[in-house]
């Protein structure tokens, strides 16, 4: 499935936070936003997710839903939005509950996605009981269970330490190749964009416009610091003039 | 030279003493009882502990008790049930709807400092001297501090949950129900326990102006005849009902919010 973004803006008053912004995501793809902070990253993915409605321009969606998929736009958020009063099976079981599937295939929907994400002997356990990384995977568990066709990724390992990120942007790289879910990834972390993405959305200084868009070339497993060091170098540059303007401005 | 790293980091740590919180209970019984029997004071200003336990085993004993107990319960129960129910319905709309806070936070912000024991007077009015003016004033009691604990537990309940269940479609009715009711929970229970606490204080001041039976009543008349005995034998159920109240409540916290 493909999601195609045309002219969209968006403001809260008179404050403009997004600013004309057209693209498509591609089948299959990761594409990553990032950009300084307040350019209207997260509040693109609430537009790209219905959560929010755009001001101006449309959003599209091509391409027909995978069958079994119950929830084709599906959003995972940054702090993890777990309901603390359900156990993991149960916060997992949640997105499932207001459809019409019988008690065994939600329960082998569960213990599926559970299995997937290395929960499954946690699935009684509350979320109070668990680590960050581990809530986030109960987050990454609920998005797989109801089979999205589009991930939507709210900075999801920016509330995680950077070992425990560095543990989920593998394990969630080794599901993505599994399932090649097309995703939008917001995130302020130039080197999380460059580890996950096929290409990399820059957006400026508020009210975010794109900056410049850019494919990551290399194979994901060659992904290494050295290789993609130039690569690296033009976006920081991009993102430092837009933070630094922003900063300027904010003076 | 080497000397052991002095240890500076002691107190201010308040831990559990069970054995303390029994005796300091104790001990000011005891000390009452020993002022009493030597006859310090008179047991019709300070009647001793024991007098007071056994006025407390005579009214069990004739029935007094139960039947004084039976009516202010029954008041309190009814009162709270009508009060609450009303208070959590507009507590969730005031929580829920951007019309209703906007129309109905200003009348509740301004009638919800009346003490309610004034309306007594114009209830009778309405409703007689009978059962249904003390019910009243106590539900009109219970209903805004639960309107106002709904709400603000509705408040409080994080936005990203309830983005989290729209974003996978949930239906806004299973919203409220599963996310909102049970985030709100915590702030309608302390809505519980004030609106509790202020059913007691309303049954025996309501039973204090027009009750043949009651606590409140039972301690009037009691009051009026000197015999402080059973004065202070009836505050006693009023201690052992708030304290039961309590427990209710903190047994009710226990077992629905074990998650926090």
């Known amino acids: ?139 990454i568990a609920r998005a797989l269970a109801v089979k999205p066709a589009i991930l939507l990724l709210d900075e999801p390992l920016s509330a995680l330490d950077a070992q425990t990120r560095e543990l989920l942007i593998e394990e969630f790289l080794a599901l993505w190749l599994a399932h090649r879910t097309t995703a939008v990834y917001v995130t302020h972390n130039l080197d999380e964009a460059l580890r996950l993405a096929d290409r990399i959305c820059v957006l400026s200084r508020r009210p975010g416009r794109i900056r410049e868009i850019v494919a990551v070339d290399a194979a994901r497993s060659e992904r290494g610091m050295a290789a993609l060091a130039p690569l690296r170098e033009r976006l920081w540059r991009l993102i430092q003039e837009e933070a630094r303007a922003a900063d300027r401005e904010h003076v | 030279m080497s000397e052991p790293l002095r240890f500076r980091g002691g107190g201010f740590v308040i831990g559990p003493k069970p054995i303390s919180s029994c005796l300091g209970g104790l001990a000011v019984i ?29 009214m069990a004993l004739s029935g007094q008790l139960w039947r004084h107990l039976g009516a202010s319960l029954q008041r309190i129960l009814l009162g709270f049930a009508l009060g609450s129910a009303a208070g959590l319905a507009l507590g969730l709309a005031l929580g829920l709807l951007s019309h209703a806070r906007a129309a109905g936070l200003p009348i509740v912000s301004a009638l919800f400092p009346i003490p309610k024991i004034a309306l007594l007077p114009l ?42 269940a729209q974003s996978f479609d949930v239906p806004t009715h299973a919203i409220v129900a599963k996310v909102i009711l049970p985030g709100a929970l915590p702030g309608i229970l302390a809505g519980v326990r004030i609106s509790a606490s202020i059913a007691l204080i309303l049954v025996v001041a309501a039973e204090m102006i027009g009750a043949e039976f009651g606590i409140g009543a039972f301690i009037l008349t009691a009051g009026n005849l000197m015999r402080t005995e059973d004065l202070l034998a009836g505050v006693c159920l009023l201690s052992i009902l708030g304290l039961a109240v309590g427990f209710l409540v903190s047994l009710a916290e226990r077992r629905l919010l074990s998650w926090r």
């Open chain 2, 123 to 164: 209830f009778i009015l309405w409703f007689g001297i009978g059962e249904p003016s003390k019910v009243a004033t106590i539900a009109l009691g219970v209903f805004f501090p639960m309107a106002i604990a709904t709400y603000s537990g509705v408040d409080q309940v994080p936005r990203t949950l309830i983005r989290m």
């Open chain 1, 1 to 139: 499935m493909r999601l195609i973004v045309e002219h969209v803006s968006h403001g809260y008053g008179s404050l403009e936070v997004l600013d004309d912004i057209s693209l498509t995501v591609e089948e299959g793809e990761i594409l990553a936003v990032i950009g300084p902070s307040g350019c209207g990253k997260s509040t693109l993915l609430g537009i790209l997710g219905g959560l929010l409605e755009a001001s101006r321009g449309r959003i599209l969606t091509d391409g027909a839903v995978p069958s079994g998929s119950l929830n084709p736009i599906t959003y995972i958020f940054q702090d993890f939005a777990l309901l603390p009063w359900h156990s993991v099976a149960a916060n997992v079981g949640f997105a499932l509950e207001h459809h019409r599937l019988d008690a065994y295939e939600r329960k082998g929907r569960v213990d599926e996605v559970l299995a997937m994400t290395g929960l499954l002997d946690f699935a009684t356990a509350l979320p109070k009981q668990l680590s960050g990384g581990m809530r986030q995977r109960v987050g």
């Open chain 2, 30 to 58: 005891a000390i009452w009882q020993a002022v009493s029997s030597a006859g310090w004071v008179s047991p019709i200003f300070l009647p001793s502990p024991a007098g007071i336990a056994r006025a407390l085993g005579e």
